[in-house]
DNA sequence: CGTGCTGTTGATGCTCCTCAAGTACCGTGG
DNA sequence: CCACGGTACTTGAGGAGCATCAACAGCACG
């Protein structure tokens, strides 16, 4: 009883108002702060808006804060010293920004669609880590969990041909960001986070190969697209076949 | 005073046998537990050797020990349906093999040279995990680390052509396994720890191809070969120009 | 109604894959 | 000792897949 109401005190009172309706305090990291946690760094955070395109993370800089995602989608790009360019990366909300333990990113961050953040200085969670464990616990799951797709794109990036290489592309976005997403649904509707650029650096490929690839897709009756942008695929297991599993 | 005569005891009493040697102790993850968890580990670990080309960890398989790398190099791979393979990681000594909180693996790990691992229940690392903040701290260390690389290898899969793929192999593992390895020293030597199969395979190729690059790359003199496996690289910087950087 | 951006479509060529043959190196057994 | 087979690697010829270059369509913007 006494914990019951603990924990009440947390959703009511305990809780910083900026923090109550905030996505990452249940599924992100901030859902292994304790209140008074929560709350020392509620005092130091600051939630903002990116416009598309805008770089959050520039390659070689040095980092002075983190942030939440707490909505659309971030691209994580490295670039060689030609100009080419390569994703390696894409996070979702409420997932965790940055590089722990690293003071230079040897990465570059950018807005893929209008973007959510909740940032807050480097130092503060570099000192509550070390505190406490149940933060970076969290942190290691999802550092795991990106390890876990960084190696199935690597299957992607060295295996697949160009089909399905977008096909894999199409099934992951749909996975990731159908706001019907019953996961056993048969189709699901979205619309693409990302420029025909952005997908061709994403798969290691050329945007012209990427827009024949889709067209392909779309006269085999596999998706459907409208203005470009918006896609309905009727039966995902189609689409699934198309991405050589 | 008393910290200092604790620290000694450490080194030499309290040290179970097992480990006294072990350079897991040092740079591995059973840097972060405490004598008494180091015994109480050694307890239920076994030190055993591998074959080159034996499987340590099948893909789909349940997981019931993690192991640490005492020596040769450990590749993982993922396999396509119908038999295309690709490798997604290499681990050199004193790497940690596993993947923590999940109880299977999506992997496959093989014995690319003779490997010695020293092996351990998985319940066991998993209460340690639990008590022991620096335990996971160490993983969520290396688990970065494996990320960061990951990510080098999309750029690399993705956007580099076959000839910068090699070198930019062959320049991976001479900073990896030269035994001679001054950090800043302009040349190195080295046995190439896998077949032409394998590096296919790591760099999303065809024997032939890598077989062909290679050959242009000493033709050329980029670097000396011996017996298809010992490598001579007498100017790094050469190397590093053909891998594009 | 131009201008710029995003995306599509077509023609051509290069990179790398595929198929095939051949060499070098090993341990085995005659 | 050499024949033998197996494995790893090399080399060549030809072709497929994707990149490159180029033109064009659709749409938003001032």
Redesign the pocket.
Known sequence: MGTQNLRKDVHTDGTPVLCLSCEARHRGICGALTPEQLTALSKTSWKHKAAE?QELVADAERIESYSNILSGVVKLTKTLADGRQQIVGLQFAPDFLGRPFKAESRITAEAATPVQLCSFPRSTIDRMIRESPGLEHKLLEQTLKELDEARDWMVTLGR??????VASYLLMIARHIDPSAEPDEASATFD?P???????DFL????????????KL??DGVIV?E???HVVVPDLERLEIRAGS
């Open positions: 395109g697949k041909t160009a089909a399905e290489k693409l990302m420029t025909r650029a952005d997908i061709a290691g490929l050329t945007i012209e190969t990427v827009s024949r690839q889709i067209t779309r006269t697209i203005n470009n942008r």
